[in-house]
């Protein structure tokens, strides 16, 4: 399946790990393709990387502060504050006074936010919802199990990494 010069067909490097195996080959696939998914989004709501990343968690975990989105982000609690800020302006979320502790500020992502997110990935949730649907007890079984795997390698990497 090589091409010549230690290269694959499709132009990888044939000593790159995974190749030749369909399994990594696919989740370097969707590791690409998630990439590809996040620059679009993050243009059609014009915002970078790391405030989409931030828009993500508040959408599924939100409302937080500023020093629980840096958490999640991994970044200083200045640099969340950047995020927030950005994304204050160009209407994404606002910034409210905590329900219990007058001294924390809460980020709430803004419903209309949400919503233009969510239906531009849409499409991508219910192809994948109805793939996971389609699958028998056993067979889903074996995919949690093996995601469950993925999710605690691809953890450690990224606690192993410099931030």
Known sequence: MTSGAGFTRDGRRADSPGVGNDVMERLQEVGALSRVIEQGLARALGVN????A???HLATDGPLTARDLADRLRVSTA???HVVDRLERAGHVTRRPHDTDRRKVLVDPAEESVARTFE???PLL???EELVTALEP???A??????TGVVAVYAATAD????
């Open 49 to 52: 990387a790391t405030d989409l």
């Open 54 to 56: 931030a828009m993500e």
């Open 79 to 81: 640099a969340s504050t």
């Open 120 to 122: 531009h990935l849409r």
């Open 126 to 128: 219910t192809g994948v």
């Open 138 to 140: 056993a067979q889903r």
């Open 142 to 147: 074996v995919v949690e199990r093996f995601l």
């Open 160 to 163: 192993s990494l410099p931030t």
